[in-house]
């Protein structure tokens, strides 16, 4: 049985620590339907070790394993943990076990939400991608497709922030064969409705507050009426979308402070949506939020997507 220690210390305060840190993996794993019996290196145990191998600061997955085992713990073999990182069943329970784990954290301290009991019904996420440089063992592509040399590709990830709890999970990773940097839609259209639910009860709707990179209206009114889920963005300035109708908002609502206009609007791809027309009462500068969400008042609309500009820069959970 291996021991794993992230502080690397005997103090028994520190161990404590890690139980903590570690303790919402086996409720996760008792639930998981991908879970299995690995007696040569447990499912909890990979777990432990793959948190462990993305918080501290190793050149390789090797000089991660000859430093657990100078620390006098029990690493599993080089090879056997390798392959472990091959299978499709780990990378399944990986997926499953995240969003668990995401789903039982509680919302931060001050419920940021207790004046829209409108949003009492919603999951809410805020979603984007993220591309760092290559690993040094990645491939480099020539300019031309072929030959030596060339440059390589960044790595993309997709993530979804949970805006209640800040629990961030990854959606999936950015396609590199067919893509030199896959879109943000193209991605989320390879992700199916349980993953972009999120684990959420039947009846709940998800709510996804994205950027432009995310628009495709055909594709948000589908998940809109098979899912239950809905996407908020930004208008881009070169759509040419036509009012088609006012919706009835409450001006006197202080939470609408800031609106200038709630409509439904047709796009290009014949289908409409909602627009609400916000001026920010700080800058002055006037912002159009599309949404294929109709209940919610405008100025929550507006407020939503300030949020998930104002969590960026300050990260996750």
Not at 76 to 104: C, G, I, M, Y
Not at 276 to 289: A, D, I, S, T
Request: charged share 25%; glycine share 8%; hydrophobic share 40%.
């Amino acid at each position: 049985m291996l021991c794993i220690d992230p502080t690397h210390s005997a103090d028994p305060s520190s161990r404590s620590f890690a139980d903590g840190f570690f303790a919402p993996i086996p409720d996760a794993l008792a639930g998981a339907v991908h879970a299995r019996s690995c007696p040569e290196l447990s499912d909890r145990d990979w777990l432990r070790l793959g948190v462990r191998r993305a918080l501290e600061a190793f050149p390789s997955g090797r000089a991660f394993l000859q430093h657990l085992a100078a620390a006098g713990e029990e690493p599993p073999e080089l090879s056997h943990f390798f392959e472990t990182l091959k299978s499709a069943r780990r990378l399944d329970l990986v997926r499953e076990v995240a969003v668990a784990v995401a789903a039982s954290l509680p919302p931060l301290p001050g419920d940021a939400w207790a004046h829209v009991p409108e949003l009492e019904k919603f999951d809410l996420f805020a979603g984007d991608g993220h591309f760092h440089a290559a690993a040094a063992h990645d491939p480099r592509i020539a300019k031309d497709g072929g030959g030596e040399g060339g440059s390589k590709d960044a790595v993309g990830h997709f993530f979804a922030l949970d805006l209640r709890s800040h629990a961030l999970v990854h959606l999936t990773a950015a396609d590199q064969v067919a893509r030199r940097k896959e879109h943000d839609m193209r991605v989320l259209k390879r992700l199916d409705l349980e993953m972009l639910r999120q684990g959420a009860r039947k009846g709940r709707k998800v709510l996804y507050v994205w950027d432009r990179a995310g628009i495709d209206f055909r594709q948000w009114h589908h998940w809109k009426h098979t899912g239950g889920v809905y996407f908020l963005s930004r208008e881009k300035e070169n759509m040419a979308l036509e009012v088609v109708g006012e919706n009835r908002w409450d001006r006197a609502d202080p939470r609408n402070a800031g609106v200038l206009g709630d409509e439904l609007v047709s796009t290009s791809q014949g289908v409409s949506v909602r627009r609400v027309r916000y001026r920010c009462p700080l800058r002055g500068e006037v912002f159009h939020f599309l949404t294929t969400e109709c209940t919610l008042p405008p100025g929550v609309i507006a407020h939503l997507y300030r949020l998930r500009w104002e969590i960026e820069p300050s990260g996750a959970r």
